[in-house]
C-alpha cells in the first residue's frame, strides 16, 4: 500500500514532461489518467483492508495492554527487589571504604622493597616488617642471619635453638635444642652427617618376574617366593644408588632367582634357595645406570 501511496502522490497538474515531469496530468492524460485512476482504485481496496485488520488488530491490542499490565506489575515487584539488593550493595561498599580508611598504613619507599606487613599488636591497623617471623611453632625472635653457635643458632627454625649457625666461613651446620648437630657441610661440599640416615624398605610382591623402580627407594624386600623369580632390569637407575634387596623362601624350599642382563655378578651367587630362608641380595650402581654390580648373601 505504501509504494501505490507514493505513486500516487507523485501525480500532479502541472505540463507533463517525459523527461522532467513524467507525473504530469496538463498535457499527459493518455499516459497517466488511467494510471491515476487505478492507483485510486488500489488504494481504496487497501484502506477497506485495513480498515478490517485495524479492528482485529484492536482486539489484540486490548489483549496485548492487559497482559502488558500484568507485566508491568511483576516489573515494578521486581524493581522494588532489585533498588533493595542495590541499596543494600551501596551500605557495604561504604562499609568497605570506612575499613580501608581506618587501616593505618605506612609509607612505603623504595627501601622497603621484600619487606611484608604485619597487624599492630594493638590491632590498630598495619606496619611494615623488618623481618619475617615464622608462621606457627614456638619461634620468638625474628628470622635472623645465620651467624651464631651450635648452642644459639642464628638462623633459628620453628623453635629457639633449632636453625642454622655459621660454623666457620663456609661451613653450614644444623642443630636441634640443645646444641646436637645433625649435619655439616664444609666449604668443599662434602656433607658430614652425625645422625643415622634411615630409608624404609619399599614393600614388593612377589612375581615370577619383578621390576623395581629404584626411584621409590634403596631397599626393597620382595614379599615370600610361592615359585622362581626373575628380576628383571630395574626402571630409573641413577650412578651412586646401592642398598639392598631382600627376599623371602616359602617353605617348598629349592626356588631359583635369576637377574636381567643389567645386573653384574661381583661375587658369590647362590641363586637357589632353602626353604624359610631369606637372601639378601647387596647391590650398587658405580659408574652406568645400566651395569648394577651385586652379589647374593644367603641365610645360614
Known amino acids: 500500500m505504501s509504494a501505490k501511496t507514493e505513486e500516487l502522490r507523485l501525480i500532479n497538474g502541472d505540463e507533463y514532461d517525459e523527461e522532467d515531469n513524467p507525473d504530469g496530468l496538463d ?14 482504485a488500489d488504494v481504496a481496496d487497501e484502506v477497506a483492508g485495513a480498515g478490517e485488520r485495524a479492528t482485529q488488530g484492536a482486539a489484540s491490542a486490548v489483549s496485548a495492554a492487559n497482559a502488558a499490565a500484568h507485566i508491568l506489575a511483576d516489573a515494578n515487584a521486581a ?13 557495604a561498599a561504604e562499609a568497605a571504604q570506612a575499613a580501608a580508611a581506618s587501616v593505618n598504613l605506612p609509607a612505603i619507599t623504595a627501601a622497603n622493597a621484600g619487606q611484608s606487613l604485619e597487624a599492630k599488636p594493638d590491632g590498630t591497623g598495619w606496619q611494615l616488617a623488618t623481618y619475617l617471623k615464622a608462621l606457627g611453632g614456638t619461634l620468638t625472635g625474628w ?10 643458632p642464628g638462623l633459628q627454625v620453628g623453635e629457639a635453638g633449632t636453625g642454622l649457625y655459621l660454623a666457620s666461613a663456609g661451613v653450614v651446620a644444623l642443630v636441634l635444642t640443645g646444641a646436637v648437630e645433625v649435619f655439616r657441610t664444609a666449604a668443599t661440599g662434602v656433607l658430614t652427617v652425625y645422625k643415622a640416615v634411615r630409608g624404609v ?5 612377589y612375581g615370577s618376574t619383578v621390576t623395581l623402580d629404584f626411584s621409590a627407594g634403596n631397599d626393597f624386600v620382595i614379599s615370600t617366593l610361592t615359585g622362581n623369580l626373575t628380576l628383571a632390569n630395574p626402571i630409573n637407575v641413577a650412578v651412586g644408588q646401592g642398598g639392598t634387596i631382600y627376599t623371602a623362601e616359602d ?9 636381567a642382563g643389567n645386573w653384574k655378578k661381583m661375587g658369590p651367587l647362590s641363586p637357589t634357595m632353602t626353604a624359610n630362608k631369606v ?4 647391590y650398587s650402581v658405580p659408574k ?4 648394577i654390580l651385586y652379589s647374593i648373601a644367603p641365610q645360614p
Open 288 to 291: 652406568s645406570s645400566s651395569e
Open 201 to 205: 624398605p619399599v614393600p614388593v610382591p
Open 27 to 40: 498535457g499527459g492524460m493518455d499516459p497517466n489518467f488511467v494510471r491515476a485512476l487505478r492507483l485510486v
Open 79 to 91: 524493581n522494588d527487589i532489585f533498588i533493595g539488593l542495590l541499596d543494600e550493595a551501596q551500605d
Open 279 to 282: 637372601n639378601a641380595i647387596v
Open 251 to 259: 617353605g617348598t624350599g629349592g626356588r631359583t632367582i635369576s637377574l
Open 143 to 152: 628470622l635472623r642471619t645465620v651467624a651464631g653457635s651450635a648452642a644459639s
